[in-house]
């Protein structure tokens, strides 16, 4: 483990520590249940994100790929759907739009940041349309079938363990394998560490953006798809605001900003600080005003020591 994914675990442990000395609601079992669930969602769409920076980039757009596949799949759903066709539905084009992405910041040669803001507002818009601006609800009517599918996809449990956490565990270990363990998980390095000299060693720099961008499309969707089975219905707003929260588990994880050096551990120990984080400042009662400053303070202090490597 690096020096740098060594100093954001004992952050964790030291926050977990103050909380629970603060607050003996924080150590309870069910509270520790509760914050490893709701790391999930932002759990899925940073380990994406990591991929997409190790190359140099970064997707602004993952809020809006969440809310119009699940858009996609609640219409699907209410259309007479089953839920198993409609959630593959959505996972496929929650790829497909992350990929769309890669396409226009490979084929199209636009900066990451521009690229995926002009698709953060495009599929924000086209979900408003789809949804005419209204909540998504009574989805599976009276299909039973579908009906245990979609809840189980987010409040479901597996021997005991909550759902969202087996697909976050899950989800985590294929993305250590390839990126650690696969010759696609050295290329993504090479990209970011040097683009050029990836390119003259024969490594197909278009090819490799995109299918990151693809990758974090899907996980998108996927985190997107246990909202709307823990909420029962899809709102067009669903997803605003969560690429800050990713990124901030990336950059507190150890990840350079500037692509080619980074762990997907280190972005899983930055998803439960920002986990810990919310969940102790709500129950010490700290007003959400608050809550806002001291994120952007650590947000900041992740970014700083990252310049500072």
């Known amino acids: 483990m690096k020096k740098s994914n060594w100093g954001s ?5 030291l926050l977990v520590g103050v909380l629970a000395f603060i607050s003996p609601d924080f150590r309870s079992f069910d509270n520790i249940i509760s914050v490893l669930r709701q790391s999930a969602n932002n759990g899925l769409i940073a380990f994406g994100m990591t991929l ?5 980039g970064i997707d602004l757009s993952v809020g809006s790929i969440l809310a119009l596949s699940v858009t996609i799949a609640a ?9 198993p066709i409609a959630i593959v539905l ?10 769309v992405n890669g396409l226009m910041v490979t084929k199209g040669r ?13 599929y924000s818009g086209i979900t408003f349309i789809i949804s005419n601006g209204k909540p998504i609800s009574n989805l599976t009517k009276d299909d039973m079938f579908s009906t245990h599918v979609l809840s189980s996809l987010g409040r479901g449990y597996v021997f005991g363990i909550p ?31 040097n683009a050029k000299a990836a390119a003259i060693a024969g490594v197909n720099i278009t090819k490799t953006k995109l299918t990151v961008y693809a990758i974090s499309g899907f ?31 990336v950059a507190l994880g150890g990840t350079s900003l500037s692509g080619g050096r980074g762990k997907i551990f280190g972005t899983l120990i930055g998803v439960l600080i920002i986990a810990v984080l919310n969940n102790g400042l709500n129950i010490i009662n700290v007003s959400s005003y ?7 303070l650590v947000i900041l202090t992740a970014v700083l020591s990252d310049k500072q490597r």
């Open 9 to 13: 675990l004992i952050a964790l442990l």
């Open 52 to 56: 997409v920076i190790l190359t140099g």
């Open 75 to 83: 219409q699907l759903m209410v259309s007479g759907v089953t839920a």
């Open 90 to 99: 959505a996972l496929l084009m929650g790829t497909l739009l992350g990929a």
């Open 110 to 122: 636009l900066q990451p940041f521009i690229a995926t803001l002009i698709t953060l507002t495009a």
């Open 163 to 193: 759902t969202p956490i087996i697909i976050l565990a899950v989800s985590f270990i294929c993305l250590y394998f390839l990126l650690h363990r696969t010759i696609f998980g050295r290329r993504v390095y090479a990209v970011g560490s």
């Open 219 to 249: 996980f998108s969707s996927l985190s997107g798809l246990i909202l709307l089975s823990r909420l029962g219905s899809a709102q067009p707003t669903l997803g605003a605001g969560y690429e800050l929260d990713a990124i901030a588990a």
């Open 290 to 296: 608050y809550q806002d400053v001291i994120k952007g």
